[in-house]
């Protein structure tokens, strides 16, 4: 047998013993060569391992050890020296590469690991921004409900309407159990339940107003969570195993206008208020939360706002478009121009029906200043002014073209706009064309005749700031009418008077003219201040005990020469007495009989600052 | 708006009663026109010294006239002083009053002194009566146009149909 060059088994042992192995070695060698047969398969479809060599490392880790198994089926009985040769490359190879995994093995299990933490924190996260955008919805949901509960509040005109619709959407937004109203009675001393969400007709009870959780809730403009017991709260007949859900009480401001007596006054500083009353489903474990407070006090605000709106319940459309050359600062009165808008758009609101309103705002430029219906308009233009027009537009019931002349006329109104009129007492428009006019204004309106709509047009003249970042500056209708000028700044001019009130009232006139005022009370004190620097001096004359002329005398020694001294002016409450020579002995320039108004105090100081010379006149 | 402008014409109807009664005269609208921004308190100021003024008056001319031996210089210089302080407000009957009343005192005729005096005391508290009404009237149509004008304004603004825009 030597030359056979055979390798023995190393024991020949049991028959039985060595045909299991054989079949063992063949099982094991399939299932060796099938598995990575079958990660190559699954890794394939998945897109996202991310190991894939080590995945070959392991697979030819597999398949040789396979690959020992199937060769050791041959070593089973006699076989050649080169089967043996191939099985020991095989176990070498096996060798080589089983080690190599293990070791990567080792660094590779807990990158793996961490992949199925991350895996885990993205899951979570996914759940958390599912929970996120579900809160999204709900508010989405909220708030459509919001608007809807808003545009349907609108749309009715009926007061009754109005809270029970409040309260059914309330309710049904907020999936309420229970949503009730409670009015104040006429008194004022209780509480009456008005209107309920779930009973029809709730049984009219009352309770004092003066409890000290409703002083509480009308204490505050926040939603207040008050106890289930308490008797606002306690709108059902308690049930068996009632567990009462949270309850919310909020309050509603009424605004509450009387006819006023004149000698009575209603204190309009406390307010009337309603109190609504929400409670939560019994038997749930939900709580109130901090947007739904929200939702409930910007309803319970604006309820009683809501009830009168206007333009929405006859489904105007208004539009507005502004020129594009309109500066983006402008200075003026805020407050007037707002009332006037309001005015002009509330009319055009009033008097239409139906159908479109547009406002169109644009620089005027001199040829559209110039109006047939401003005859008398004169309009001057400056480098810091400008001239804003604004026209209101309506499609409504127009004005008969006769009546036009009487819309400014305070408290004149046609048959035509009383019918329809309700409650507007005519003084809108008069009082919008005055503060017009102290805008260096005008103001008209133009109408085809009945039923054709009416246009309402108004000029103002604003100022343009001198940097777009200066705040409001407070503007000087400076109201020029006359041929004598109008004001007088910085003119220095000195009061003396003992009559406190009139000096006050002397003074509040020439600082409403523009001048520089000192006011004295003494002759002392006023021949003690007197300086070059005054322009004007204003003497009482009849101060008891004082010699007005005197004083007149005495201011004048103060200065050498005539013409440096100040202008006197006497004022005086006498209509007889001296004749002018007398005055002008002293070097009195005018005389000036109390009590003075704005005009004459006016008149008064151009002639003399003219002519140096003035009498007067009543 | 409908409310505000009834208060506005209840308003513009008392004053017109106070000037028809001869309670205030043109002086007193005057004083009204030189209330502007910059002085927005003016009439309300005038009108609180001229009450001061002539509470002190009234009291002294009170005490004068108590006198055994009464000083009509000194009475009349405080009519004078009363006269002059209401008509420089407008306030016709008080300055009609004191018109008379310096009657009596150049004619030093006692009597006549306290009975004006009385007369005087009864007017001015009329006329002060009236204007611290017209003012409490003033102050509340302010509040009030306020109070609508802004929930009005805040309104528009909300509202999805109105694009009104204010420069």
Redesign the interface.
Known sequence: MESCNCIDPPWPGDELLMKYQYISDFFIALAYFSIPLELIYFVKKSAVFPYRWVLVQFGAFIVLCGATHLINLWTFGMHSRNVEVVMTTAKVLTAVVSCVTALMLVHIIPDLLSVKSRELFLKNKAAELDREMGLIRTQEETGRHVRMLTHEI?STLDRHTILKTTLIELGRTLSLEECALWMPTRTGLELQLSYTLRQQNPVGFTIPIQHPVINQVFSSNRAVKISPNCPVARLRPLAGKYMPGEVVAVRVPL?H?SN?Q??D?PE?STKRYALMVLMLPSDSARQWHVHELELVEVVADQVL??IK?I??VKK?????S?APD?PE??V???NR???I??NV??NAVKFSNEGNIS?I?FIAKSESLRDSHAPDFFPVHSDNHFY?RVQVKDSGSGIDPQDISKLFT??AQSQSLAARN????G??LA?CKRFVNLMGGHIWIESEGLGKGSTAVFIVK?GIPECSNESKL????NVSANHCQTNFPGLKVLVMD?????R???K??L??LGCDVTTVSSADDCLRVVSQEHNVVFLDV?M??VDGYEVAIRIHEKFTKRRQGPLLVALT?NTDRVTKENYLRVGINGVVL?????DKMRSVLSEVLEHRFLFETC | ???V??????L?D?TALLFQEGFLN??FT??Q??Q????PD?VV??VS??FE?SERLLNELANTLDQQSIDFRKV??HV??L???S????AQRVQNVCIAFRNFCDAQNTEGCLKCLQQVKNEYSLVKNKLE?LF??RK?SY???L?F?D?????LLS?P???????
């Open positions: 609108r605004l206008l006023f004149i000698n006054w309009l706002n809501l709106p333009a929405s105007l459309f208004i539009s507005s502004l309109l600062f402008a003026g009165d805020e121009l707002m009332q808008m309001l758009v509330g406002i705002a804003l305070k408290f309700s409650g507007g007492s003084l809108g009082i604003l407070p503007f000087f209708p003992d009559n406190g009130v009139s006050s009232v002397t509040g006139l600082v409403h009849c008891p005990g409450g109390k009590p003075v108004s704005v | 708006m409908d409310g402008v009834q208060l506005q014409r209840q513009l008392y043109d002086q005057q004083l026109q030189l502007d921004e910059t002085n003016f100021e005038v010294l001229f003024d009349d210089s004078h002083q006269k002059g302080s008509s420089s407000i407008g009404t409490k009237v509340t509040q009030i146009f109070l004008g929930k009005l304004f805040r309104f509202s149909t109105f694009l009104l825009v204010f420069l």
